[in-house]
């Protein structure tokens, strides 16, 4: 072991060099790529890790200390996404979201535009859940994709989102707007 | 007739040679005695000091010369060959990718002359903090070994080296509420230089360049490194 250990410094250093650079994020994170590769979505995994993927999206989660500590399954995360491609404009969606989100009784903490990395815009809501079980922010964007279709990302969390972090993770989203 | 004349100037000639040797002779012999004139080829034995004088009285092989001539105080003032030890500042900017990654960390190095003086083998420890631009600071901890070659006499009191360095390490940081860890490895080269101020007390300074791999991605480095040591 102790004549292993210089070769693999060695070897290290040797892929170090092959490596792409970190001064892009994205080159440090996983992907998700959407099934018909219209939307990628980039998570730091970990914390980030893949809870489901669904027919037109996909679930992420930051496991909280109780799935982690205490080994329980399920529950809130501290964080959670879910993205969803789906039919729409994200203007006419977010109308919709914010008309949904009133009659639920949830709080409108906060309604602006978010720029992609690419420059693509897309409207967004922050809100508080004061209703449920446990204490949830959600802050749900809407982007455009092609084909008139719309790709749904909402994070859900026990403290508020609208944090630097959350707010790189969705810029850094990259969506195919091509008409 | 003109044999006579040459003869008597050939014995003249002798004789006004024979005079300026001699002349030159007792010339050099004045000089010698008067210290002028020597030409040096190796230094002049310090002149012993206290107890060491009266050590050395009536001691021929003790008067400050080994068998090569080279003097043997002289072997006192080089640098121990180690190990030697250095206490470090250093600066790196371990980019973030969101324009943040500066780190600033303490350490202690511990490098060894030797075998050969011009051969430098060593290792060192830092610990410190990494500034990330969307949430709290990171834990950096780094080890590296070194090995190198340096110039100990060419310009003394400084003594340039320039090293390979190989990097392992991890990086503790706060992401999206929890605490992540990731390690990394890496090489690159060292140009540095220790100024010799007394004895085996230096001060140094270092720049460097490494490429450290993390989490797939690999990072460009320039190390400052600042230190003191014995």
Known sequence: ?179 | MTRALASLALTLCLALAGAGAAAAQDAEDAEDALGLGQRLDRPLPRAPRGEEANADDGDEADDGEDVDGEDVDGEAERPWPGPQVQLLYGYTKLADGFGGGDAHTGGVSVFLQWPLEELRTGVSAEIGSRDYSLGGDDLLVRGALEVGVQLPRIIDPLVPHLSVLLSVGGLVGQRFESTVAHAFAGGGLELGAELRLLRNFHLAASFGYQRWEMDGAGYDLFLVRLGAGL
């Open chain 1, 1 to 179: 072991m102790r004549r292993a250990s210089p070769l693999v410094l060695f070897a290290l250093a040797c892929l170090a060099a092959c490596a792409p650079s970190g001064d892009d994020p994205r080159n440090r994170m996983t992907t998700w790529v959407s099934p018909g590769g219209e939307a990628t979505i980039f998570y730091l995994a970990p914390p980030w890790e893949l809870e489901r993927t669904l027919d037109n999206g996909v679930a992420l989660r930051v496991p909280s200390n109780a799935n982690l500590a205490g080994g329980l399954e399920g529950g809130p995360g501290k964080f959670e996404l879910v993205a969803l491609v789906e039919a729409g404009n994200p203007n006419t969606r977010i109308v919709a979201e914010r008309a949904a989100a009133l009659v639920a009784g949830r709080e409108i903490l906060d309604e602006r535009e978010l720029f992609t990395a690419e420059e693509v815009a897309g409207p967004e809501l922050v809100l508080f859940d004061p209703g449920a079980e446990f204490r949830r922010f959600r802050r749900v964007l809407y982007l455009p994709l092609s084909g008139g279709r719309a790709l749904r990302v909402e994070v859900i969390a026990t403290t508020t989102p609208d944090t630097p972090e959350v707010t790189e993770m969705l810029r850094l989203i990259e969506v195919d707007v091509a008409p």
